[in-house]
C-alpha cells in the first residue's frame, strides 16, 4: 500500500498521528481509510485524550493524490466524498485535534489543518488554497469563517502560498515555533490538554464548534445542559479538592 499513518503513544492519552507518503504526503483513497480508522479507534477507547497530527519530512499534507485522482474517472466525486467524511469525523471528534504544520499544507492539507481544534505551525511552514490553481474550490467555507472574509480572499482567489509570519498574524495558527521544536511544542500542549478533566475539555470542544449556530437566546440553554452533567461529575469534585488541597488533580473522566 502506498503511504502510511504512523499510529503512536508518545505520552499517557495523547495519540500522534503522522502522514507519512513521499514526497508531499498526499491522501490517496487507501490511506484516508487507515487515516480513518485511527481516528475510529480514538473516539473509541476513552482512555484517550488528545490527537496531534503532522507530516514526516519536509510537508505537512498536499491533500488529494492527483495521480490517482486522475486514474478515478466516473468515481471522481465518490473520492471527494470520501475526503470530506475524513474532514468531518476529525472536526466532529471526540477529543480536541491539535495540527502541527510541519511543512506545506496544500489544498486538503489546508483543509484538514482547518478541521483541527488548535493549529500551531514551524516556521516553514506554508499553507495554499490551491483549488483555484486545480479549476476546483477548496476551503471557502471554513477558511473565512477563521480568518475573516478578506484575508480568505487572497488565499482562495489567488491561490498563492501564505507563509507562518503571516498566518500567525490572520489568525490561521496559534503560534510559530522553529523547526526542530514544533513536535516538542506540540506535545507538551497535548500533555496539558490531556492532563485537563476530560469531560470538560469534550463538552467545551463541542461548545466551541456550536457557537456558530447559537444565538444569545440559545446559548444559555445550551451551555446549561452541559454544566448539569459536568456539576456531578467525580471530575469537578477531584478538581476543586486539589485546587482547596493546592495539589495537582488526576482526573478520571468520570
Known amino acids: 500500500?502506498?503511504?502510511?499513518?504512523?499510529?503512536?503513544?508518545?505520552?499517557?492519552?495523547v495519540v500522534l498521528l503522522e502522514i507519512d507518503n513521499p514526497p508531499v504526503n498526499a491522501l490517496g483513497?487507501?490511506?484516508r481509510e487507515r487515516f480513518e480508522q485511527e481516528l475510529d479507534c480514538a473516539q473509541s477507547d476513552l482512555s484517550q485524550r488528545v490527537i496531534v497530527i503532522t507530516g514526516r519530512d519536509n510537508a505537512f499534507c498536499a491533500g488529494d493524490d492527483l495521480r490517482e485522482a486522475q486514474s478515478r474517472g466516473d468515481a471522481a466525486s465518490a473520492g471527494l466524498g470520501q475526503f470530506g467524511r475524513l474532514l468531518e469525523k476529525i472536526e466532529a471528534h471526540r477529543v480536541p485535534v491539535i495540527a502541527a504544520v510541519n511543512g506545506h499544507a496544500v489544498g486538503g492539507g489546508l483543509e484538514l489543518a482547518l478541521c483541527a481544534d488548535?493549529?500551531?505551525?514551524?516556521?516553514?511552514?506554508?499553507?495554499?488554497?490551491?483549488?483555484?490553481?486545480?479549476?476546483?474550490i477548496a476551503s471557502v467555507y471554513r477558511l473565512p469563517r477563521l480568518i475573516g472574509a478578506g484575508p480568505a480572499s487572497l488565499m482562495l482567489l489567488t491561490g498563492k502560498p501564505v507563509k507562518a509570519a503571516r498566518a500567525l498574524d490572520w489568525g490561521l495558527v496559534s503560534e510559530v515555533n522553529p523547526?526542530?521544536?514544533?513536535?516538542?511544542?506540540?506535545?507538551?500542549?497535548a500533555q496539558r490538554i490531556a492532563s485537563r478533566a476530560p469531560l470538560s475539555v469534550e463538552a467545551a470542544k463541542r461548545m466551541i464548534r456550536r457557537v456558530p449556530e447559537l444565538t444569545s437566546q440559545t446559548w444559555p440553554h445550551a451551555a446549561a445542559e452541559e454544566l448539569r452533567v459536568l456539576l456531578k461529575s467525580n471530575d469537578h469534585r477531584i478538581g476543586v479538592e486539589a485546587i482547596l488541597a493546592r495539589k495537582e488533580p488526576v482526573f478520571t473522566r468520570s
Open 1 to 13: 500500500m502506498s503511504g502510511q499513518i504512523h499510529a503512536s503513544h508518545p505520552h499517557t492519552g
Open 29 to 31: 483513497c487507501a490511506i
Open 118 to 136: 488548535i493549529r500551531i505551525a514551524s516556521e516553514n511552514a506554508s499553507f495554499l488554497a490551491a483549488g483555484v490553481n486545480v479549476g476546483l
Open 179 to 189: 523547526r526542530e521544536a514544533l513536535m516538542g511544542a506540540a506535545l507538551e500542549l
